[in-house]
């Protein structure tokens, strides 16, 4: 079956006024480290259909294709659609279709990779589209999720000096005006709080990493692209345990079996 929720996304996920391609380029490194991270969590393994949820452009869809047989890139933006059809010419095994990330149009089951990069940070609330994401991936499949981390290090710090605990619920980082007019909303959430909610629908981590740990003007203004890189690197891993990069990506994996479909279970 497929989703059964209809359209309901608000006008603002398509943003006519952010060409997406053109945010991103003055920010090489942060691209570059992010691409560094899903070439290091796919690494070794290959899939039959890969879903690049809320992929703009397709800026991480060409990356998938090297470990996919076939990817559909799913956006909710028509502008961003758009922008897609002369970055993906190329690559015909990538597909974009315009869909929300809250009504997949998939059957069950039919995909055994997802992606969910720079998305969450749109969704204060993230469960629904955590349940669809489960509902499209076969058993065993591997969800790869990006988190705009509310805990990173220099955060635990400013918080630390105001004497209060970095909190586990999503934090809207938008302006009151911003608020009040109804912008589209940019959250951070606790990378613990999003894993405990992805287990809950049934997938369970097996690697995290700390992105984008450099991501600072004076660092990428100063050290050339190449040793940015090569230390970036050298602590995406170490630094994951505590949280410590403004990105978090995790690699998440579908049980074989729901517990309600084991033998014996009732």
């Known amino acids: 079956m497929t989703s059964t929720v209809t359209r309901s996304w608000p006008a603002y996920y398509d943003d006519q006024d952010l060409n997406y391609r053109d945010y991103w380029t003055s ?25 690049d949820i809320g992929g703009g452009y397709g800026r ?20 961003q659609l758009d922008l897609s059809a002369a970055y993906l010419r190329g690559h015909p095994r990538i597909t974009p279709r315009l869909m929300d990330a809250s009504a997949l ?20 609330d993230p469960a629904t589209e955590m349940r669809e994401l489960h509902r499209i991936l076969r058993p065993g499949g591997y969800a790869l999720i990006e988190v705009a981390n509310l805990a990173h290090a220099v ?25 009040a007019s109804g912008g589209i909303p940019f959250v951070n959430h606790h990378p613990a709080t999003v894993i405990g909610q992805l287990q809950a629908t049934g997938l369970r981590l097996e690697q995290m990493l700390s992105v984008s740990n450099l991501r600072h003007r004076a660092l990428t203004q ?21 949280y410590f990069g403004p990105s978090m990506f995790l690699l998440l994996r579908k049980g ?11």
């Not at 942060?30 to 890969?50: Q, S």
């Not at 059957?107 to 969704?123: I, N, T, W």
């Open 155 to 179: 955060n635990r710090v400013r918080y630390l000096l105001r004497g209060r605990p970095v909190p586990l619920s999503a934090v809207d980082l938008r302006s009151p005006a911003l608020k």
């Open 256 to 266: 074989q079996k729901a517990d309600w479909e084991r033998p014996g279970r009732f």
């Open 27 to 51: 920010r090489d490194y942060e691209h570059d480290a992010e691409v560094m991270a899903v070439r290091r969590l796919l690494r070794g393994r290959t899939f039959e259909h890969a879903v």
């Open 222 to 242: 100063l050290l050339p692209r190449h040793a940015l890189l090569a230390v970036e690197r050298a602590l995406q891993d170490r630094l994951a345990p505590v």
């Open 105 to 124: 149009q998939f059957e069950d089951q039919s995909a055994d990779l997802a992606c969910l990069v720079r998305v969450l940070h749109h969704l204060p």
């Open 60 to 79: 991480l869809s060409v990356v998938l294709a090297d470990f996919a047989g076939r990817v559909t890139l799913v956006d909710s933006s028509r502008q």
